[in-house]
């Protein structure tokens, strides 16, 4: 899908597609939310087999932690 094609979205609907959270609220909600985004990801890459990403993720959350 192309950026022009999405345009007729609104914001909610966007967010429900891109499964994006809601805005944050601090600096520190936004952190929260960026880490539950990486954790989420290494997850995924681990049920779909991608070792490569499932490394990647896991050295991110690892850092963070």
């Known amino acids: 899908m192309g950026r022009h094609e999405l345009s007729f979205l609104c914001l909610t609907d966007k967010q429900k597609l891109f499964k994006a959270?809601?805005?944050a609220s601090s600096v520190m909600d936004a952190l929260q939310?960026?880490?539950a985004k990486y954790k989420d990801a290494e997850e995924q890459a681990k049920q779909e087999?991608?070792?490569s990403k499932m490394k990647r993720m896991g050295r991110i959350v690892?850092?963070?932690e």
């Open 21 to 23: 959270p809601e805005k």
């Open 33 to 35: 939310q960026r880490m």
């Open 49 to 51: 087999g991608s070792t």
């Open 62 to 64: 690892k850092v963070e």
